[in-house]
Nanobody
Framework: QVQLVESGGGLVQAGGSLRLSCAAS????????MGWFRQAPGKEREFVAA????????YYADSVKGRYTISRDNAKNTVYLQMNSLKPEDTAVYYC?????????????????WGQGTQVTVSS
């Protein structure tokens, strides 16, 4: 069992930056693929980014490629999402998720564990 807790959300102006963190419990964090998803009001949850267990491979949604960077620190059991050049359409609740099967997947059913989410609001 893995517990995930996101932090770092908030209100930012368009063009600004935020860094989200996701702290994981458990000694097996370093063996999991980690992902970030987001859900805007009235919309389905969508994939944002994923990172392999070693951090050697990453995968991004086209909508955030070049603006967001996912990274992880296995010694700290933490995954990060650096978000730059934020746009109003990035406004959503952001969730981190863990996949113990080590896939680098973009579909949310592939992820077994989820955090409670953190709100990101980008004003125009």
């Amino acid at each position: 069992q893995v517990q995930l807790v996101e932090s770092g959300g908030g209100l930012v102006q368009a063009g600004g930056s935020l860094r989200l963190s996701c702290a994981a419990s458990g000694r097996t964090f370093s063996s999991y693929t980690m992902g970030w998803f987001r859900q805007a009001p009235g919309k389905e949850r969508e994939f944002v980014a994923a990172i392999s267990w070693s951090g050697g491979s990453t995968y991004y949604a086209d909508s955030v490629k070049g603006r967001y960077t996912i990274s992880r620190d296995n010694a700290k059991n933490t995954v990060y999402l650096q978000m730059n050049s934020l746009k109003p359409e990035d406004t959503a609740v952001y969730y981190c998720a863990a996949d113990p099967k080590r896939r680098l997947a973009s579909d949310f059913p592939s992820y077994d564990y989820w955090g409670q989410g953190t709100q990101v609001t980008v004003s125009s």
